[in-house]
């Protein structure tokens, strides 16, 4: 039931984008994206729910396809404050809870 | 600082002992989340507490217990504790039951099992 992650890890310079792909293999009803900086509690980004409707913040985007059960996370002219770790939390349609993939370490360096 | 508080900060105990993890959510919020993580699981959800209640359970061991009590802070009971229970634990908290609300994830504890 855990989503899968990609890549596993990303290196940047300032002012390049990423992309950090989830994927689930069972139907979704929302996808929570989390950033976690090192020794920190992680950080919500934003939600993504079933049926279009989209909450966050800040200057980072994501999309999630119903179809393919999948959600990106897009990273553009990436800041040296975007390091850290990003999380998706999946829920599913038939459950009651978040589950966490396994993270993305990304790394931004000057 | 997200508003919700854990402790102790740092746990050192030894095998097959019990420790108790506190949290006091934000002001408001009904919901308490427990998770764990560890350097090669990543964030493991334990369980769920919504106003006193259980919502739901993730893969929690029988070994670990938690309760969420009347004024809203809840408490994780880790006993006969191993090795491998060493790990990062998170509480967060959200306004209501709702999953699709952000959770505030608090500072942590950190448990070594020596």
């Known amino acids: 039931q855990q989503p899968v992650q990609s890549p596993q890890a990303v290196i940047l310079r300032e002012g390049e984008d990423a992309v950090i792909n989830c994927s689930s293999s069972k139907a979704l009803y929302s996808v929570h994206w989390y950033r976690q900086k090192h020794g920190e509690a992680p950080v919500f980004l934003m939600i993504?729910?079933?049926?279009?409707e989209q909450k966050g913040h800040d200057k980072i985007s994501a999309s999630f396809n119903e179809k393919k059960q999948q959600s990106s996370l897009y990273l553009t002219a990436s800041q040296l404050s975007y390091s850290g770790t990003y999380f998706c939390?999946?829920?599913?349609?038939?459950?009651?809870?978040?589950?966490f993939g396994t993270g993305t370490r990304l790394q931004v360096f000057p | 600082d997200s508003g919700v508080t854990q402790t102790p900060k740092h746990l050192i105990t030894a095998t097959g002992q019990r420790v108790t993890l506190r949290c006091s959510p934000r002001?408001?919020?009904?919901?308490v989340y427990w998770y764990q993580q560890s350097l090669d699981q990543g964030l493991q959800f334990l369980i769920h507490y919504y106003n006193g209640e259980e919502r739901a359970k993730g893969n929690i061991l029988e070994r670990f217990s938690a309760q969420q009590f009347p004024d809203l802070h809840s408490e994780l009971n880790l006993s006969s504790l191993e090795l491998g229970d060493s790990a990062l634990y998170f509480c967060?908290?959200?306004?209501?039951?709702?999953?699709?609300?952000?959770?505030?994830f608090g500072p942590g504890t950190r448990l070594t099992v020596l």
């Open positions: 939390g999946t829920e599913l349609d038939d459950t009651d809870k978040l589950i």
């Open positions: 002001s408001g919020d009904l919901s």
């Open positions: 993504l729910l079933k049926g279009g």
């Open positions: 967060a908290s959200s306004v209501d039951a709702n999953y699709y609300n952000e959770q505030f």
